[in-house]
């Protein structure tokens, strides 16, 4: 079992999600895990939870898709641009669920990693919704014990 | 002058803007305004106001920069990445402005297109910022009589 919580914060109101996260890693290792297809099919897109990957173009400017299981057995996709890729610091994309009953609604995630002492790292995620109903939303759809099940599975990718 | 006035909508305790103004054009000469680079030169991106097109990708998971005056007479630009282009209803696009102190401050930006009576059309442009006071900040800096002067520009271009 990881020694590592995953913490959620939305405060009512906003329209916004912090998740805060520490892993037991240098900032360059888990920044590359966070961004590079390699490590994002070890732990962001299990086949066991039959997601995969379309394809990731890992740079300032590039673009994302994953798949993933959708409505009624069938497959859906999230789709993003990417804003920012500085290692090892900061990531910036943009997140859709395909699945959604209509298209246009998005997110925006600022990655920032930051290094503790003792080769650990502080990841802190910033989710921009176009509303407060929207963010509410992903919650109710399993964002919490979803993320901190992934953060798990890279603990375990980490070591 | 124009008939038509540009709408500034930003709540106390909310991260985001939205700006609505009409247009005397029908939706698809609109849209082509607002996303194509033979129109953006004729109103967004004005020559006299020392503002110039570095490059516009114009297309789901491209990407735009534009040049402008940064502080102190030197040149700045504004990045950006394309989630949607979607015609003639539709535009997703982040934002971010060069010339701040510190990179990493990211606008999503979301515009839509209503078809109105008479050929007319509605834009709708929802700004979704990390914080109420990065919103209010860029109220400051002086973006609402700017963008009601470009749409004033942009009333002429379409004539």
């Known amino acids: 079992m990881t020694q590592y919580q995953t913490i959620f914060i939305a405060e009512p109101g906003k329209q916004d999600i912090t998740i805060v996260r520490e892993f037991d890693a240098p900032r360059e290792k888990v920044f590359r895990a966070f961004t590079e297809v390699e490590w994002l099919v070890q732990w962001l897109l299990p086949t066991d ?7 990731r173009d890992n740079r300032t400017g590039g673009a994302y898709r994953y798949l993933l299981p959708g409505p009624g057995g069938s497959q859906t996709g999230i789709f993003g641009v ?4 500085s290692s090892p610091e900061r990531m ?3 997140f859709e669920y395909e699945g959604l009953p209509e298209r246009g609604h998005v997110v925006l995630e600022t990655t920032r990693f930051e290094a503790l002492p003792g080769n650990r790292t502080r990841v802190t995620i910033l989710r921009l919704c176009e ?3 929207f963010r509410d939303g992903m919650f109710q759809a399993g964002m919490e014990p979803m993320t901190t099940a992934l953060h798990q599975r890279l603990d375990e990718a980490l070591l």
């Open 49 to 55: 939870m039959g997601m995969a990957l379309d394809y």
């Open 82 to 85: 990417i804003h920012e890729i």
């Open 92 to 94: 910036i994309q943009t």
């Open 131 to 133: 509303s407060e109903a």
